[in-house]
């Protein structure tokens, strides 16, 4: 018998709700990707073509955030099996 949440991202992905699915489980696990520290001080508030949005509360974790992003990308697709992220943009 076939899990039912294979069935259910089969029905979605026929009506093209398969890519916002994906997005939101980025956005969902990404305490557990970025660690409690790091999303304490950045939150996940976007994925738009491939950019993670990350809205980031001062200036010193801006600056780690943007000497980490290429680390966080490479840990986001890698978690997930496959490139979700190519991009993180801070706001």
Known sequence: MEPIAEII?????????EKGIKEAEVLGKWPQI????LANHAEAVAIEKGILF???MDSAWRNE???????LIK???????EKRVNRIHLI
Request: glycine share 10%; no cysteine.
């Open 75 to 81: 840990k986001i697709n890698d978690d997930f099996g």
């Open 34 to 37: 970025a660690g409690t520290v």
């Open 65 to 71: 955030l943007s000497l980490l992003s290429e680390e």
């Open 9 to 17: 991202r089969r029905v979605l992905s026929r009506k093209g709700l």
């Open 54 to 56: 990350l809205r980031v």
